[in-house]
T-cell receptor
Framework: DTGVSQDPRHKITKRGQNVTFRCDPI?????LYWYRQTLGQGPEFLTY????????KSRLLSDRFSAERPKGSFSTLEIQRTEQGDSAMYLC???????????????FGEGSRLTVL | AQSVSQHNHHVILSEAASLELGCNYS??????LFWYVQYPGQHLQLLLK??????LVKGIKGFEAEFIKSKFSFNLRKPSVQWSDTAEYFC???????????FGKGTSLLVTP
């Protein structure tokens, strides 16, 4: 499968623990996005990368959230000191955006579901 | 505030019925519009998109959408739904000057045999 892959698919953790999610985008894609989706809501934008540069992170939900894409390939999203309100599906998407274009089609992974007890 | 509104949260139709899902947005400036679908247990995938040109766009699986700029709308339509169209449908908008899709809350469609 050459689509966007996310790992783990489901994470159960206790409040206060740190969790990390990994996203492997489609290999030739230069943009990578993180979204969060809660029940009954559409995906909510968190942050995105153009290659290895994180170009927007003001929408990360708090300073407990951080993301990296160190070599412009895979990305990680870390949540420190998890809270019950962090329980959600965390979605990763990638796209190929050519110079001067707005955006390409976003290809989504199947998501990583976080349950905080 | 900038937003994407999907009017119907839950829709139930019988097979062969016609479908129209509403989407309105409140953004100034030039927008680009999308409909995504999420089938049960699967990831979000693109149904169709509008960037410019003909405001009536056709997507996969017989879906189409019409961009009406004066109404800030991008409604999704299908003349005859099938049981396999049961899914969650999301409208999304990105500004020409933007970088990320902003999604509506979604519409859950159940098609009964």
């Amino acid at each position: 499968d050459t689509g966007v892959s996310q790992d783990p698919r489901h994470k159960i953790t206790k409040r206060g623990q740190n969790v990390t999610f990994r996203c492997d985008p489609i290999s030739e894609h230069n943009r990578l996005y993180w979204y969060r989706q809660t029940l009954g809501q559409g995906p909510e934008f968190l942050t995105y990368f153009q290659n290895e540069a994180q170009l927007e992170k003001s929408r990360l939900l708090s300073d407990r959230f951080s993301a990296e894409r160190p070599k412009g390939s895979f990305s990680t999203l870390e949540i420190q000191r998890t809270e019950q309100g962090d329980s959600a599906m965390y979605l990763c998407a990638s796209s190929l955006v050519r110079s001067g274009a707005i955006t390409g089609e976003l290809f989504f992974g199947e998501g990583s579901r976080l349950t905080v007890l | 505030a900038q937003s994407v509104s999907q009017h119907n949260h839950h829709v139930i139709l019988s097979e062969a019925a016609s479908l129209e899902l509403g989407c309105n947005y409140s953004y100034g400036g030039t927008v680009n519009l999308f409909w995504y679908v999420q089938y049960p247990g699967q990831h979000l995938q693109l149904l169709l998109k509008y960037f410019s040109g003909d405001p009536l766009v056709k997507g996969i699986k017989g879906f189409e959408a019409e961009f009406i700029k004066s109404k800030f709308s991008f409604n999704l339509r299908k003349p005859s739904v099938q049981w396999s169209d049961t899914a969650e449908y999301f409208c999304a908008v990105i500004l020409n000057s933007g970088y990320a899709l902003n999604f509506g809350k979604g519409t859950s469609l159940l098609v009964t045999p």
